[in-house]
């Protein structure tokens, strides 16, 4: 249930002081339930603002990553574990256990019950081995919140679906499962080969040993020998009930679908999930989702009681973050789950019964640069990209201190250009900062690259080409980014290079990115021990629809990248990321800018025992489990 929202832009504190004149207009425009409806409530309800231009009308937990789409859907629905990218423990949710098997059946791992690497790469590093074989042990006390018990073949009909794209109708599951072994022909919709295992589906017969007492909670994953492809699957994948989608979803009748039949529409409006609480479809409406707690939940804390205390989740839609702010001051709301700009951090500094929270963020903002654009959208500005040089006297200019102060109000840090975070030791290559230094010293340097291949200036100082081309780009970006975009303005301008915001509008990677229609982009980006085999290749390799926007093609970082990949020693397997940060740095492609702080603030008048939790705002997992009424 992270959320990394940053609310981009600086806001005067006078937009705010505009909402208390209008007060009675907007809270009501805000809260379908009336605006003192929380200040008389002396029930187990958390009422928390939400930011957005709509709520969703429907509550399918595939359907979007976006917005308060995902956590409702990890409200209602569950994965297999939780995955912390900080120590990397999976916490068990659906699902107690998890190992790789040896060849005998054997569980490989250490006494202390992780994974034993050295013994893994002994049985599986020869070429005789095209997989990893992987054993899980359901909660045997899981059920969903219709009361029907959750078994293997709930697990076998999600990731079956999810491996078929005709029957899902959904790309983003098919890619959540990529690396399971289990695969369907896109175009026909016939099963290729079987990848998952139960006592009903092959188990017998393909060689793992599930008993008669074990048949409703234990199955076998086939993945590929990549050491990260078990995370995504276990803790990206909500499991869906076989009962309920089961009857209903088909080739003709996909589960994604934008015209659903009635059966569809009753599911996706109506949900039946297995996590910890449950929509009210009833009191659920366009301004306000309502979610109770299940009195029945199977997970409980450590000292036996109900792992969550709060009894009914209230969020309650704001279009304006003005109107939010102004209706948490007022009492109106407990939390808001929507970050907010430095500018209004002087705001809660005094506040009696206000916290304001500051975590550290997990996303890096980077400028990205178009050094390969399609034939068709080619231009004389885009090919000077082209030339690392450019590229190394622009990143050179970029001081993420400056932006860091101007644009955050102090509250982020800076970034490797290697772009992975100096709190990942094990993953962390200090030699990949190559763009630390002193100020002066790096504008210096940029200048003297630039003079050698566009010595001609303007009157503004602004650079040319000998052809009489203009280092003159568009940044790509939102109206959040468009300070940030403002800002990189003076900075270039001290190298004599001029960029212009540039709208992104609406679906910006269909209309702009994918097809390279751009000069530079904003792009968030964050690598982390369960991503990188994923990530690395998105980034910096994959030329199809990814997040390569700028159509990076190196032969030394693709080949490192597949040697990460598929290496199943986890040493080598580090030094190899540590290799490709001093490699991908050195292409001077994706630029970092700074990776914000997330600000958000909670009410501690009716709850106390908020936490924090790095990339989150207040409302956290771990602040469901601390969370105590006054």
């Known amino acids: 249930m992270k959320r990394r929202l940053h609310t981009g832009g600086r806001r005067l504190g006078g ?5 208390v004149l209008l007060n009675g207009v907007l809270l009501a425009a805000g809260c379908s339930g009336g605006a003192y409806e929380r200040r008389g409530d002396t029930s187990s309800t958390l009422y928390i603002g939400e930011v957005a231009s709509s709520f969703p009308t429907s509550y399918m937990p595939w359907f979007s990553r976006d917005g308060i789409a995902p956590t409702i859907a990890n409200m209602v ?34 006494e202390d019950g992780r994974v034993d690497y050295d013994r893994l790469e002994e049985v599986y590093g020869g070429s005789d081995s095209a997989f990893f074989p992987v054993r899980f042990e359901l909660n045997p006390d899981a059920t969903w919140s219709d009361g029907t018990p959750v078994t293997v073949e709930d697990i076998y009909f999600t990731y079956d679906l999810a491996a078929n794209q005709k029957v899902s109708n959904h790309a983003g599951a098919l890619a959540w499962v990529n690396d399971l072994l289990h695969k369907y022909d896109t175009n026909t919709g016939v099963m290729k080969r079987q990848g998952i295992y139960t006592y009903d589906h092959g188990a017998a017969q393909a060689g793992y040993a599930i008993s008669e007492e074990e048949k409703d909670t234990v199955f076998y994953f086939e993945v590929s020998k990549v050491l990260g492809a078990i995370t995504p699957l276990v803790s990206t994948v909500l499991i869906l009930p076989k009962h309920i989608y089961g009857p209903i979803v088909s080739a003709e009748n996909p589960l994604n679908n934008t015209d659903p039949d009635e059966a569809l529409s009753y599911a996706y409006s109506h949900p039946v999930g297995c996590g910890p609480f449950t929509l009210d479809a009833e009191a659920t409406n366009s301004q306000e989702i309502v979610l109770h707690r299940r009195k029945d939940f199977y997970i409980k804390a450590k000292d036996g009681s109900d792992l969550y205390k709060v009894d009914t989740l209230k969020f309650i839609l704001y279009q304006e973050i003005n109107v939010a702010i102004y209706a948490l001051k007022k009492g109106h709301l407990d939390v808001l789950d929507s970050s907010i700009s430095a500018n209004y951090a002087s705001l809660f500094e005094n506040e009696e019964s206000v916290r304001l929270m500051k975590a550290p963020g997990t996303f890096t903002q980077t400028l990205v640069f178009n050094l390969n654009a399609p034939t068709d959208r080619v231009t004389p500005e885009r090919t000077l990209l082209s030339d690392v040089r450019i590229r190394k006297a622009i990143a050179l200019a970029v001081d993420q201190q400056q932006l860091i102060q101007n644009v955050l109000n102090g509250e982020g840090r800076p970034v490797s250009a290697g772009l992975i975070m100096e709190t990942m030791p094990d993953l962390y290559n200090p030699e990949s900062d190559i763009l630390a230094g002193d100020t002066d010293e790096k504008l210096a340097e940029a200048n003297a690259i630039l003079d050698e291949i566009c010595p001609t200036k303007d009157e503004a100082g602004y650079r040319y080409t000998e052809d009489g081309v203009k280092l003159s780009f568009e940044i790509l970006g939102s109206p959040g980014e468009q300070e940030a975009i403002s800002f990189l303005q003076v900075l270039l301008q001290k190298i004599g290079v001029e960029v ?6 609406n679906s910006p990677e269909t209309t702009y990115l994918y097809g390279g229609n751009f000069d530079m982009t904003i792009q968030g980006v964050t690598f982390s021990l369960s991503n990188i085999d994923t990530m690395y290749n998105a980034h910096f390799s994959n030329l199809n629809r990814s997040s390569n926007y700028g159509r990076l093609q190196d032969e030394a970082i693709n ?16 030094e190899a990321v540590k290799e490709l940060q001093l490699l991908t740095a050195q292409q001077y492609y994706k630029i970092p800018l700074y990776c914000s702080n997330v600000l958000s603030v909670a009410r501690t008048d009716r709850f106390t025992g908020w936490e924090q939790e790095d990339g989150s705002t207040a409302f956290n997992l771990k602040s469901l489990e601390n969370l105590q009424m006054v």
Do not use: C, H
């Open 77 to 110: 629905y569950s994965t297999l574990f939780d995955y912390d990218e900080n120590t990397g423990v999976y916490t068990p949710r659906l699902a107690n256990s998890w190992y790789y098997v040896d060849k005998e059946g054997n569980p490989i791992v250490t």
């Open 559 to 574: 080949a490192k990248i597949t040697e990460m990949r598929q290496t199943i020693n986890l040493n080598k397997k580090y």
């Open 15 to 19: 937009l705010l002081l505009s909402a």
């Open 500 to 505: 212009k915001f540039a709208a992104k509008g």
